[in-house]
């Protein structure tokens, strides 16, 4: 069973850094293209970064030189490096991803959700 997990958040006070990770488990054959989401209280969850199998790279503008999306193929992991933290960052960060799998011995390709991680920028 493939499960994706996030961790690394946390509490850090304006300006600060946090780094997230997004690790993939289970009958993997290859992480695709993975996307960070984030969702504030009373808000729609939206996209913050996304990186392709590929390594190609889109940001949302609000986190545009602040944030930075990488992935290392081999952990099956995808990290964001969080600089320059503001208020309005905090909420639940989640990753998502299109991960290939073998399955009850078939070859399947699904999108999956992690749980979330809580992100609170506050002094």
């Known amino acids: 069973q493939v499960q994706l997990v996030e961790s690394g958040g946390g509490l850090v006070q304006p300006g600060g850094s946090l780094t997230l990770s997004c690790a993939a488990s289970?009958?993997?054959?290859?992480?695709?293209?993975v996307g960070w989401y984030r969702q504030a209280p009373g808000k729609q969850r939206g996209s913050v970064a996304r990186?392709?199998?590929?390594?190609?790279?889109n940001y949302a503008d609000s986190v545009k030189g602040r944030f930075t999306i990488s992935r290392d193929n081999a952990k099956n992991t995808v990290y964001l490096q969080m600089i320059s933290l503001k208020p309005e960052d905090t909420a639940v960060y989640y990753c998502?991803?299109?991960?290939?799998?073998?399955?009850?011995?078939?070859?399947?390709?699904?999108?999956?959700w992690g749980q979330g991680t809580q992100v609170t920028v506050s002094s």
């Open positions: 990186i392709t199998s590929g390594g190609g790279i």
């Open positions: 998502n991803a299109d991960i290939s799998s073998i399955s009850g011995g078939a070859y399947r390709v699904q999108n999956y």
């Open positions: 289970g009958s993997i054959v290859r992480l695709n293209a």
